[in-house]
């Protein structure tokens, strides 16, 4: 049978729609693992934000903006963390902290209380600033959003120069979505008094733009656009090969610094460079190469599957567009992709040998027997709890948390 060539295009536009219809569900399965039922109200807080929604490590994010303001909302099930963060930007020319009666706090030397003594029995509220934050919290619109914020002995509220932030030990559930809206409005509305406040004009707010909801759409038109040209070029000329086409693809992926085995299994890798020392946290970096006696790279080797075979880890970098600088750690194990993940900052990644699993202490209860080596990732190097160790178990990809990342023992 025969095939015109308009009739070729149409399969291969269809082919690709379908294909990108994969691609949505597979992403969409991958970023709600382990939050499946927080997906329809983190769905709904991203429509409200017009956001993106992503893993930060185990975290779930939500990222847009609340009218203006930038906005992040942060799901997470680690035992070292709240269950909910949300950050919102606002013109903060002081600092204060309310946090339930009873809690540890270092922040804020100076006690403030509040027109409301039932408030003020249930609540600690400190600041370094107490004429600024007096003169806030006696605004007759500040103290009852502040008020509807703390809405529970597990609530922790405070205001720096990066915004309102707001913290809940467990995440709310039923009603998540009209719990963080009502949450967001009043945040929002803390963030309008804080515009009021003197010297706060100075402060310039920029709105959140996303990048990362564009990709899979800018991606299929670049491959129907791609495969229309293909197919005109085919019928002109039939006696080209495609071999020019595979040795552009290998200079790209070479470009990336990846070996060309390793590059055909990372998605996305043009956007993308091999991390070098510079693009570590200086301390970081500087503990990482006490510890392994060679410069800090962004290709770590290990036998993370366990059958000997030299195998790679990644820290990738983007190196241009609104998320350039963004890192981004891949995990190679029996030629495929175990694990990867965005990171907006990172510290340390090394390899933890499989006989150091046993002397390390764990948050929480011991990690499951790893198959091979691990990875460990450190976001904060002044947090010593901010470590985690992803590795592989009966071939499944789990992570687990060390008490104190410094003693984990990385070559």
């Not at 998540?176 to 309008?192: G, K, N, R, V, Y």
């Not at 029996?334 to 764990?362: C, H, M, Q, S, T």
Request: with cysteine; net charge neutral; glycine share 8%.
């Amino acid at each position: 049978m025969n095939f015109t060539p308009l009739l070729i295009v149409a399969g291969i536009v269809a082919g690709v729609s379908l294909l990108g219809l994969v691609i949505s569900y597979w992403r969409q399965s991958t970023v709600f693992r382990s939050y499946e039922e927080y997906a329809p109200d983190a769905q709904t807080l991203a429509g409200r934000l017009k956001a993106e929604v992503f893993r930060d490590s185990l975290d779930l994010v939500i990222s847009g903006n609340f009218g203006r303001l930038p906005t992040v909302i942060r799901f997470s099930h680690a035992d070292n963390t709240p269950g909910l963060n949300v950050r919102m930007r606002a013109p903060a020319t002081f600092t204060m902290s309310v946090v339930p009666k009873g809690a540890k706090t270092t922040e804020g030397r100076v006690l403030l209380r509040t027109s409301d003594d039932g408030f003020d029995a249930r609540f600690v509220t400190r600041t370094d600033q107490p004429t600024q934050a007096r003169l806030f919290v006696g605004n007759k619109t500040a103290l009852p959003h502040i008020q509807k914020l703390c809405c529970s002995s597990q609530t922790f509220l405070t205001i720096t120069a990066a915004g309102v932030e707001l913290s809940e030990l467990t995440i709310p559930s039923p009603y998540t979505a009209p719990h963080i809206q009502a949450h967001l409005e009043s945040m929002a509305a803390l963030a309008q008094e804080l515009h009021h406040m003197p010297g706060a004009d100075a402060i310039k707010i920029t709105p959140y733009k996303k990048e990362r909801s564009k990709i899979i759409r800018v991606a299929l038109a670049v491959g129907v656009v791609t495969a229309i040209v293909a197919v005109v070029m085919a019928m002109h000329d039939r006696s080209d090969t495609p071999a020019a086409d595979n040795g552009n693809s290998a200079v790209q992926a070479a470009s990336s610094g990846v070996p060309p085995a390793d590059a055909a299994q990372i998605a996305g890798l043009p956007d993308f460079r091999l991390a070098s020392e510079n693009d570590f946290n200086p301390d970081g970096a500087a503990w990482t190469r006490s510890r392994t006696g060679r410069e800090v790279s962004g290709r770590v080797e290990g036998s993370f599957s366990g059958n000997d075979a030299t195998e790679n880890a990644y820290v990738l970098v983007r190196d241009s567009g609104p998320n350039a600088g963004q890192k981004r750690v891949v995990m190679l194990a029996k030629n495929a992709v175990k694990y990867d993940a965005g990171y907006p900052e990172l510290a340390v990644v090394g390899k933890v040998p499989r006989e150091n699993f046993a002397g390390i202490e764990w948050v929480g209860k011991p990690p499951a027997p790893a198959d091979g080596d691990g990875l460990l990732i450190v976001r904060k190097p002044n947090d010593l709890r901010s470590g985690t160790v992803i590795y592989l178990s009966g071939g499944r990809t789990e992570a687990a948390v060390p008490v104190n990342y410094l003693n984990v023992g990385i070559q």
